[in-house]
């Protein structure tokens, strides 16, 4: 397809329990981006790569998230030992190229955690 | 960082209607600006951009307003569809456009429009 795509749609997951969302971002797309959005709110920025390189993870909330992008395209954002807090929206956005480009969404990954 | 923020979480508009949804930002230093549009259970879809050494710019329909003396911008909506019901988001960046600096968002406006 010729858009952000994120998989799976939504994940239930029992509090404790590690859970791996993937981005595939849009081809050719150097810079990607992971936010996270809760119920109500914007975005929030967790992550962003350009190509393989992760230069900024200021965002992530706790060592207990951790994202990859080993080849410089599909990546995948880890959270390990869930928790109630971790509830949320995960998007993925690509952009063409850094700087004054903008930023293209996928439809996210839905996070329940019980 | 940037601190981007709406004045009004909901607003409510006839349908045909011109609708307009403002912003504040906070940090003088951002040159760039997005207004995305949010449909339930998906992600923001881009609707238009502006960089700061504009101070208007126009798409289909819409239009983007850049006030940098009091840090103001806001989106206007002519002629308001049913489709155009959706949650907006501003969002500011610095000069990498949503590069290392990553794009900030504000909370949203609910756009409702009435039959």
């Known amino acids: 397809g010729a858009g952000v795509s994120q998989s799976p749609r939504y994940k239930v997951a029992k509090r404790g329990q590690d859970v791996a969302l993937r981005c595939d971002p849009i081809?050719?797309?150097?810079?990607l981006f992971w936010y996270q959005q809760a119920l109500g709110q914007g975005p929030e920025f967790l992550t962003y790569?350009?190509?393989?390189?992760?230069?900024?993870k200021s965002g992530l909330p706790s060592d207990r998230f951790f994202a990859e992008r080993p080849e410089g395209s599909v990546s995948t954002l880890k959270i390990q030992r869930t928790q109630q807090e971790d509830s949320a929206v995960y998007l993925c956005?690509?952009?063409?190229?850094?700087?004054?480009?903008?930023?293209?969404f996928g439809n996210g990954t839905r996070l329940t955690v019980t | 960082g940037e601190n981007v923020g709406l004045h009004l979480p909901t607003l409510s508009v006839q349908e045909g209607d011109n609708s307009i949804i403002n912003c504040a930002y906070s940090n003088s230093a951002s040159d760039y600006f997005i207004w995305y549009k949010q449909e339930s259970g998906k992600g923001p879809q881009f609707i238009i951009d502006?960089?700061?050494?504009?101070d208007k710019r126009q798409g289909q329909r819409v239009t983007v307003l850049l006030n940098k003396t009091v840090k103001h911008l806001s989106l206007q909506i002519a002629a308001t569809q049913p489709g155009d019901s959706a949650v907006y988001f501003c969002?500011?960046?610095?000069?990498?456009?949503?590069?290392?600096?990553?794009?900030?968002f504000g909370k949203g406006t609910h756009l409702i429009i009435q039959p």
């Open positions: 502006i960089r700061s050494n504009m």
């Open positions: 790569f350009q190509n393989e390189a992760q230069l900024d």
């Open positions: 081809s050719g797309h150097v810079s």
């Open positions: 956005a690509s952009s063409f190229r850094q700087g004054s480009s903008p930023l293209h």
């Open positions: 969002a500011g960046a610095g000069a990498s456009g949503g590069g290392a600096d990553g794009l900030t």
